[in-house]
């Protein structure tokens, strides 16, 4: 079974960073389009960003753009989200998760929740002075 493990969260002060990790068990993670979500309490699942798979294509939500940047590295089966100059409203719980639709309409769906499936258990973010 697909299985996704997050990990990096904390807590930290406005303007500093954070580094999550999506570690990936049973299955290559490179053959799939990978996507990190956040929830904060009482809102829906936001798309914050998402990497395709071998073309390497790149998203992220506006909120995020400029200051998060999503990577992968193959050899340790793995995907991070490099977060910088983080904000309070950046607090939430962040998932990573496969993308399972029609990988041709990935620009356009990348950033809708009921495409993934295979969520991990999250790791929590809290960016508070």
């Known amino acids: 079974q697909v299985q996704l493990v997050e990990s990096g969260g904390g807590l930290v002060q406005p303007g500093e960073s954070l580094r999550l990790s999506c570690a990936a068990s049973?299955?290559?993670?490179?053959?799939?389009?990978i996507g990190w979500f956040r929830q904060a309490p009482g809102k829906e699942r936001e798309g914050v960003s998402c990497?395709?798979?071998?073309?390497?294509?790149?998203y992220y939500a506006d909120s995020v753009k400029g200051r998060f940047t999503i990577s992968r590295d193959n050899a340790k089966n793995t995907m991070y989200l490099q977060m910088s100059s983080l904000k309070p409203e950046d607090t939430a719980v962040y998932y990573c998760?496969?993308?399972?639709?029609?990988?041709?309409?990935?620009?356009?769906?990348?950033?809708?929740?009921?495409?993934?499936?295979?969520w991990g258990q999250g790791t929590q973010v809290t960016v508070s002075s």
């Open positions: 049973r299955f290559t993670l490179d053959n799939y389009a």
């Open positions: 998760a496969t993308y399972r639709g029609p990988y041709s309409s990935l620009s356009s769906r990348w950033s809708w929740a009921g495409e993934y499936d295979s």
């Open positions: 990497i395709g798979k071998i073309d390497e294509r790149i």
